[in-house]
């Protein structure tokens, strides 16, 4: 029902010379503001410096909505446009989210568009923090919401497993399989003496005698699947799983870095100053041309990026979306112009922010691990607070908003603790059924309106009409935390619904309309949870 009142407001936005006015329809705070609302006067207002109100006016009187869906208009303050539903349009969407069941909230907007989300990509060279934590959880949820609104959707794990930094890796391994010092620039953590004691295990004892440069062909690949193999255990218990996996060593192997450069080279986008190949990216919006292979023969880290970016588009992704640390904020410019010096269009790279996670416990910030040393882990957080609450707390806030993980209130079962709120919301539904020794799908679909008399039984049903339209805004904007604000409203509403709507017992007809809206709200708060990768359980 929403879609249909947005699609039509487009419409007509289409219709007085604003096709691309970026409105929004929701439901207002307030209800007396009744029950969606419009800025789309406003938006169409300040593009032509016109009276809102004047335009809100002219926007009602070109809207055409199929008849008995509204049943009131009003033009509010500077030029909102506030609808009121029909009655019998409530009770038919009612019936519309039964029998939609599972699929109630997805919507195909974004059919036909393959889309891949690049998330974690973390250096296969410790153990995975909570920022790499967060940002799964993020990439994930992004992810399911494109799913939920029709995209060909690819998750993807870039593994960074070239560089310096893996020679570090395993010249520190092999300090620890020798008993040696580990280099000042190495890796000191506990976890690589239990992966060192794992090589030791696996590897041939004459290999491990004999010298370092023999040795560590070996030892690199034994540290790499060895801790490829870990992050992967651990971000299955996360609930984040990937379908494609590709290696920056790959992007060397196969040819793609020396392509690239080839392609560059012909285009005439390249030249060389001082011993170094420079890509012209100023002309396409960077604030200076930046270098590709440096004087000495090593490459930039901007070149097999760029090759591995040039591979998604040729594998026919029409949006490649980056889940990247905060601290790569400044590399963004550089990426983008560079796609664009290749021909590619704007809207082929996003990239979504994801700020590091302090971690609280007992009143007090946790900064130490035992076995990684200088960051919390993963593992660790997972261990204390479990996947739900680890999920449900990382996409509740914006990627790129600072995060407090709070561990005593994620392990609280109170109404405190959001995830457990509500959880307990859909148990408590669940557990109506179970009282009147019926099952949820047994009590049909349908309700007349006028057996539902409460206040609070028109505010569930409202809340649960609004679904579809937060989980269409949220894919659009790749904002999971919407949903986990949505889920929280709707548990409010479920909560005050259940402390002051008595289902069993009442009169026939509002006992079986209740019982429809009870099956309503808890299919709804089942989506909600799925679509994030949570949870819905029946008894808490």
Known sequence: MNELIRAELARVATALGAADASFVLERPRDAGHGDLATNLAMVIGRARKANPRAIATEILNTLALPEGMVSRTEIAGPGFINFWLAGDQLASALTTIVRAGERYGRDDFGRGIKVNVEFVSANPTGPLHVGHGRGAALGDGIAALLEWTGHTVTREFYIN???VQIDRLVESLWARIRHEPVPEQGYHGEYLVEAAERAVAALPGRLLESSFEAA??????????????????????????????????????????DALLAELDTK??????????????EPHGDDKDRVLRKSDGTLTYLTPDLAYHRDKHERGFVR???????????YIPRMRAALRALGYPDEFFE??????????????EVRMSKRAGDFVTLRELLDWVGSDAARYYFMMRKGETPFSFDVDLARKQTDENPVFYVQMAHARLSGIFRVAGVAADQVGDSAELDALPAAEDSELLKQLLKFPEVVAGAARAREPHRITG?????????????????????????????LVLARAARQVLRNALSLLGLSAPDRM
């Not at 069993?504 to 509002?510: D, K, M, N, R």
């Open 216 to 257: 560590a062909p070996a030892l690199c690949d034994f540290i790499l699947a060895d801790q490829r193999q870990e992050q992967d255990a651990l971000l299955a218990d996360l609930g984040v799983r990937f379908e494609q996996h590709t290696s920056e060593r790959s992007m060397y192997q196969s040819g793609r870095v």
């Open 486 to 514: 949505y889920l929280e409203d709707l548990a409010r509403a479920a909560h005050y619904w259940y402390h002051h709507c008595r289902v069993l017992g009442e009169a026939p007809a509002t006992e079986r309309a209740r």
């Open 161 to 163: 497993d070239a560089g």
């Open 351 to 364: 990239v979504v922010l994801v700020q590091l996670v302090k971690v609280m416990k007992g009143g007090e």
């Open 320 to 330: 490649a979306i980056d889940v990247w640390g905060a601290d790569h904020h400044g």
């Open 268 to 281: 005439g986008l390249t030249y060389e100053k001082e011993g170094a190949v420079w890509l012209r990216t």
